[in-house]
């Protein structure tokens, strides 16, 4: 549609507010078909022209009440802002307004971004926006924008934006000093202000006891080394002190930093991250998923051992698998030999928590009738082939297809003895207990040259 055209319909519809934001949500619809951006253009050029109030119009957006989508108008808000001409006191009342609105909805996020863009158009706006956001009675609320005003400071004033954010850091405000810390990690500094970011991020997580405050410590710290790799060691020395003990909030980070943050750890940070997960609670359910994302991610990097040592922590801690789905659907359909490696594993440990793992893992993620195959390299005598059986039939008695492939798979290459012995326990109790089922099992095996 031809940009005078969706001007013309925009005034139009310009009588009351609720048939404007029925025309803006109709012309963003049609805006996605043709990916046009003529909307944006028309609604900036209308609104920097004095025809219409955009700012005010979405300021009286209300999520409860309003038939319209409201994520369709802050979509369209948010391509817009950049654009507009407006004063830095009525965009961050309009965005205030908006994030209330929202609240905990993760897709308000985007305003964010679009905010920081609308400040770095004009020089005077970071400052502008800092200046009005520290002089707000209800600080809290505005604090969360001070991130944005600050790294939309024009590269040649970098200086002052870190002198901007050093004065935060000493506001008896927590959020304040959150975004502080973010602002730290999100800077584009050069390497000769690399050390003086530094000595901001450490010094400040020594001194710091707020547990969100830490958190953006946290973050920040990475980002930092991901910038500047030569302060890894460095960063590994701090960090042995900061993660100690660390609260649930910290711990949180932590697990989304190793799950979905772009950087390639130290081998050394990696390692000291993994090992805060030791005692996890299994009421931390963010916590959880995060590992359990943090497994696969492991695994698929060929990292077993790591990943291995971190499930056994977090099962022994009281975590069950049904918490770890992703991951376990990950085991049981691409990763057969490590799943053969870890039943044996823990059959040969004893360890009830970690036996009683397995039960949980094959019962509530498969149809009870994968194959197991036991890794023999772990079973070098009699005793262990026939310990690691019992515990089959013990923990995976109700699924015995399961439980006689793995003792099958022992008895192909066991001595004569161990295979009487073997015999013994695939009769009584399995072959008793599961007639019909086991008998077509042991057929099909046979079938196959079983011998």
């Given amino acids: 549609m031809p940009l005078e055209k969706t001007k013309a319909l925009l005034l139009a519809a310009n009588e009351t507010a609720e048939e404007l934001l029925s025309q803006v949500k109709d012309l963003y619809v049609e805006k996605i078909r043709s990916e046009e951006e003529v909307l944006k253009d028309a609604l900036s050029q209308l609104h920097n022209a004095g025809e219409i109030d955009l700012i005010k119009l979405v300021r ?44 905990r909805d993760l897709a308000i996020g985007g305003v964010y971004r679009a905010f920081q863009h609308f400040c770095s158009v004009e020089a005077h706006r970071p400052r502008d926006s ?30 002052d934006a870190i002198q901007t954010t050093e004065n935060l850091i000493a506001n008896k405000n927590e959020i304040v000093r959150s975004q502080a810390y973010f602002i730290l990690g999100g800077l584009n500094v050069v390497e000769t202000q690399a050390n003086v970011i530094w000595e901001l991020l450490s010094g400040g997580g020594e001194r710091e006891r707020e ?94 051992p790591e990943a291995l040592k971190l499930l056994e922590s977090i099962l022994t801690a009281g975590v069950k698998f049904p918490q770890l789905g992703y991951f376990s659907r990950e085991l049981l359909s691409n990763h ?60 995976l008695f109700t699924c015995p297809v399961v439980a006689a492939s793995f003792i099958l798979s022992i008895y192909e290459t066991a001595s004569r003895s161990t295979r009487k012995e073997l015999e013994q326990i695939l009769y009584d109790p399995l072959l008793l207990s599961y007639p019909g089922e086991l008998k077509r099992f042991f057929q099909s095996r046979i079938d196959i040259g079983f011998q």
């Avoid at 989304?256 to 299994?282: C, D, Y």
């Avoid at 970690?354 to 772990?378: G, P, R």
């Avoid at 079973?379 to 690691?388: A, P, R, S």
């Fill in 336 to 395: 057969q030999k490590l799943l053969n490696h870890i039943v044996t594993k823990w059959f040969l440990s004893g360890d009830s928590s970690l036996c009683h793992s397995v039960s949980n893992l094959l019962h509530d993620f498969t149809d009870k009738h994968i194959e197991l195959k036991a890794e023999m390299a772990l079973l070098g005598d009699e005793v262990k082939q026939i310990f690691v059986s019992h515990k089959a039939v013990g923990w």
């Fill in 211 to 304: 547990s969100g405050c830490c958190a953006s410590v946290m973050r920040a710290t990475i980002s930092f080394g991901d910038a500047f790799p030569s302060y890894w060691p460095r960063i590994e020395e701090f960090l042995l002190m900061f993660v100690e003990e660390p609260p649930s909030e910290v711990l949180y980070e932590i697990s989304n930093i190793v799950a979905f943050m772009r950087v390639e750890l130290p081998e050394g940070v990696l390692r000291l991250l993994l090992k805060q997960f030791t005692n996890v609670s299994a009421e931390h359910k963010g916590i959880i998923d995060n590992i359990d994302h943090i497994l696969v991610n492991l695994v698929e990097k060929g990292e077993f």
């Fill in 60 to 103: 009286g957006v209300d999520r409860s009440s309003n038939g319209h989508d409201f994520f369709t108008i802050l979509h369209v808000f948010e391509n817009v802002l950049p654009s507009l001409d407006a004063s830095i006191e009525d965009v961050l009342r309009c965005l205030l307004h908006l994030t209330q609105q929202a609240g």
């Fill in 130 to 159: 800092v200046e009005f956001i520290l002089a707000q009675t209800d600080l809290s609320q505005y604090a969360p924008f001070l991130s944005s005003s600050i790294l939309a400071y024009d590269s040649d004033c970098v200086t």
